[in-house]
């Protein structure tokens, strides 16, 4: 991947500017970064150079991408430059996609002594989670590899109510936020919980266990659930309804 690395200019401190710093002595002083800092002393090798990463660009003369093992090539699907409601959006308030279409699939992996192929067809939509893969940049188009298991689903419209969980994922319409406390008191926005129930309305064919062998969910469509707060990956409907889709290993319990 490429990088491009920002490193500090020297600075160095004198004793007098040390010295008019209320509390401080001329002949040293503490900083939590450098440790003992004495005047005249700080220089460009006590700084930790900066790295920021980009995109992998590949060159022209390579025609294909070809994935390897479990990996997926990925065609990013554009930003939305406008709101559900037809407003326009700055580039700075668009958020990243988290879709695309599937271009080239690995030859798949081996677990035990099962040979186990990508399920995921080229051509197929799918929801990726938002912080997986490598983005490349081919052919001046954005692309992502990652692995088939950073695949949360398959989605065949542009609603995300739509959205077929895969492997072990379960998708869930979130509950609504209480309007009120236990006393009656009216909440705002910005003070609701965010919740952490909500109904199953699909889930993913299971994992696989040691010898590659398939192993459904103990969850099923229609339950309600508790599921950690802090999991998964949140989606905002067209209706305006949330949902999230997570691991059924981060669902606490079953609700009745």
Do not use: W
């Amino acid at each position: 991947m490429a990088a491009t690395q920002l490193t500090a200019s020297p600075v160095t401190v004198s004793a007098r500017s040390l010295a008019s710093l209320e509390g401080l002595r001329a002949s040293s002083a503490k900083f939590s970064s450098f440790g003992t800092l004495r005047p005249g002393t700080l220089r460009q090798s006590h700084f930790r150079p900066l790295v920021v990463r980009a995109a992998s660009v590949v060159a022209p003369k390579y025609t294909s991408i070809k994935p390897l093992g479990d990996r997926v090539l990925v065609k990013i699907k554009e930003a939305e430059e406008k709101t559900m409601g037809g407003i326009l959006l700055p580039s700075t308030a668009q958020s990243k996609p988290q879709g695309g279409e599937v271009v080239a699939v690995g030859e798949g992996r081996t677990i035990g002594k099962n040979k186990i192929d990508i399920t995921v067809p080229t051509g197929a939509q799918i929801i990726y989670s938002k912080y997986a893969g490598t983005e490349v940049d081919f052919n001046d188009v954005k692309h992502l590899i990652l692995k088939e298991d950073d695949i949360v689903g398959l989605l065949e419209t542009d609603d995300i109510k739509d959205l077929k969980p895969l492997n072990d994922r379960v998708f869930i319409k979130v509950a609504e936020a209480e309007e009120k406390t236990a006393g009656g008191l009216l909440l705002t926005e910005t003070t609701k919980e965010k919740p952490s129930i909500g109904t199953v309305i699909a889930v993913g064919p299971g994992s696989l266990d040691e010898e590659g062998k398939l192993q459904p969910l103990p969850i099923s469509t229609g339950s309600t659930v508790l599921y950690s707060k802090y999991a998964g990956n949140d989606f905002k409907g067209k209706d305006g309804s949330n949902y999230i889709a997570l691991r059924a290993s981060d669902v606490m319990a079953i609700l009745s």
